[in-house]
């Protein structure tokens, strides 16, 4: 059974960030910003239904969903994108695939004791 991630996790580090972000093709000046944000991260987690609220100094970012259904996920805050995403369980892992115009893209989130990584 996976893991139920409700609560409110804390900005702690970042590695590799730069990197990461230039492989999904993030424009220079957006690869900056977000290496300077520490975003937090506030998830409702109840059964089949979650709310993910990123949380910085300049913007919040909500996803809510159903598990295993695919919604169009409107990024344009965020890169510009508009997508077809789908969140599901691979495992212990929540598992984001993201469809457009873009190839490749998606995240995942886990725990490790009372740490949630991305």
């Known amino acids: 059974m996976p893991p139920n991630l409700t ?3 804390r900005f702690v580090s970042q590695e ?3 990197n990461y972000l230039r492989a999904l093709d993030i424009n220079v000046v957006l690869r900056k910003l977000v290496c300077l944000l520490k975003p937090d991260k506030e998830i409702i987690h109840t059964g089949d239904h979650m709310v ?4 910085t100094t300049l913007r919040d970012y909500v996803m809510d969903f159903d598990l295993g259904v695919q919604f169009e996920e409107d990024l344009g805050p965020v890169d510009g994108r508009k997508c077809q995403t789908t969140v599901s369980w691979e495992g212990d892992q929540l598992v984001c695939e993201q469809l457009g115009e873009k190839r490749n893209r998606g995240w995942k989130h886990w725990l490790e004791g009372d740490r949630l990584h991305l």
Do not use: S, V, W
Not at 52 to 55: N, P, Q, V
């Open 7 to 9: 609560g409110y996790y």
């Open 16 to 18: 590799n960030m730069d």
């Open 52 to 55: 993910i609220r990123t949380i």
